[in-house]
DNA sequence: CGTTCCCTTGACTAGAGTCAAGCAAGGTGG
DNA sequence: CCACCTTGCTTGACTCTAGTCAAGGGAACG
């Protein structure tokens, strides 16, 4: 469950610390950061906050991954981001958000007050000149996502999921032939890449048997022809549309 | 085509002063940005910048509307963005975009030199700060594309579209019987919603059929219920989803 | 007046959704 | 330690929505 702790972290030992809203900020702008901020922590599959909920702390994800979703009035649900270290949760100047943010692995925020920090933007450039760019690159791959979700089939869909995990696990590990963990249900990813349950389910299958992955087992595969995995994506051979 | 022209519009004077990235800046600043901008205008089809194609500079929509699409290599096109007059078109920090850029009707583009531009966000606060809020509303738009392409119906998508421009036609005139003008043709609100021409085509006769809308020629139309509209949409009571 | 563009409509198809049954792994309690 | 349950996943059979292919209408324009 939800537990907030003092800050304990010193910010420049952060792991995100390159990366995040701070990321641009001298060491003056840092003390005051630090002075602000305080951790809290979430267990695999804890809510972080209820759409509609007041909005009383801004944040970043230190680790872990959590996920934002909208969820329509029968149910049908859509995850619409994947909030990954240093990923920013809330928005300045808006007092509720419109999605349920939820955690999928064990996640630690970096949080501030809202009101606080709202004021700290109007103080410290550094902060909103870095907070714009994140928002610029949290939109570009939103507009990646609407060329999946609004015209790739569900084959180039699966496809077009496996490569990213594929992506961005070789950044940490360079080895392409060791496992990847799944990090999500089947149900989660449906929910991802606007989907049923059962068609991932049987996509999976499918690009098993075309020998393209092989499964481990349920939540973990291996890429056995990267090439043939990114010919079903639907992007062009460059990778343009991702770019 | 497109035509290039010096400044000829005060700021003080422009349409979208109080909306656009200059929104909160002060008489110095202003004075600034008067100094750098140039207008360019382009005919409606016109495309106002391509894919791949480098990016000498960056924009605010004055007047017209202009649209984002990604194709993919088969021809699948995909509208990632409806950029509304006060719309922000490039990014600083990027020297290409990976979408094309079209203008739907005649634009009119406030335009500043890429390079300079981002000199400029190091010195000015406030324009930075106008950026992040921009970019934070399209990304609020984005998720709110994502559910519907996602996960709505054809109809739920149609309608979700026409209760759009009936809302953003009744903010510039409160006469809810008027006319409303549909701007683009089927093919492009086909790429729009993620649909083909056909579907688009066959929902707009269900939903005149139904009484829900009138169409006096093929690009305007009359919404005669707005409530039954709403009930269509797949959204709840409140316009929770669009919040 | 013919051509082009845009749109509508019909007939058919296919891809993904729905409903349902059952399996496997892991956890729990007797 | 075994029986039972739960959860997550797979598979099959069937349905249905939206896509595809094709024909034709009507307005606009040169």
């Known amino acids: 469950m939800n537990v907030i702790l003092k800050s304990h972290i010193k910010c420049n030992q ?6 995040a809203i701070c990321s641009r900020c001298d060491e003056d702008e840092m003390a005051m950061l630090e002075s ?17 909920e007041p909005l009383e702390f801004v944040a970043s994800v230190v680790s872990g ?3 934002l979703t909208k969820t329509m ?16 949760i809330g928005r300045p100047g808006r007092k509720v958000i419109d999605f349920d943010v939820t ?5 630690t925020l970096c949080c501030f007050d809202r009101v606080k920090f709202e004021k700290l933007i109007d103080d410290t450039p550094h902060v909103a000149q870095r907070l714009m ?6 939109l570009d791959a939103a507009r990646d996502w609407m060329v999946l979700l609004g015209r790739k089939t569900a084959r180039e869909k ?17 080895d392409h032939t060791k496992n990847i963990d799944l990090h999500m249900t089947r149900d989660q990813i449906s929910d991802y890449l606007g989907l049923t349950l059962e068609t991932v389910s049987r996509q999976f299958t499918a690009l098993k048997k075309d020998g393209i992955i092989d499964f481990s087992d349920r939540r973990h595969f291996v890429v056995k022809d990267l090439a043939a995995l990114h010919d079903e994506t639907g992007d062009d051979a460059d990778g343009g549309i991702v770019a």
């Open 14 to 19: 952060c792991p995100i610390r390159h990366r």
């Open 36 to 52: 602000m901020k305080s951790y809290r922590t979430y267990a695999s599959g804890d809510v972080i906050l209820w759409r509609g």
């Open 65 to 67: 991954v959590a996920t």
């Open 73 to 88: 009035e029968d149910g049908r649900t859509q995850m619409v981001g994947l909030m990954l270290p240093s990923a920013f």
């Open 103 to 107: 955690a999928t692995d064990d996640v």
């Open 133 to 138: 760019e994140l928002a610029l690159d949290e």
């Open 158 to 174: 699966i496809a077009t999921f496996i490569e990213l995990l594929s992506r961005h696990s070789s950044m940490n590990n360079d």
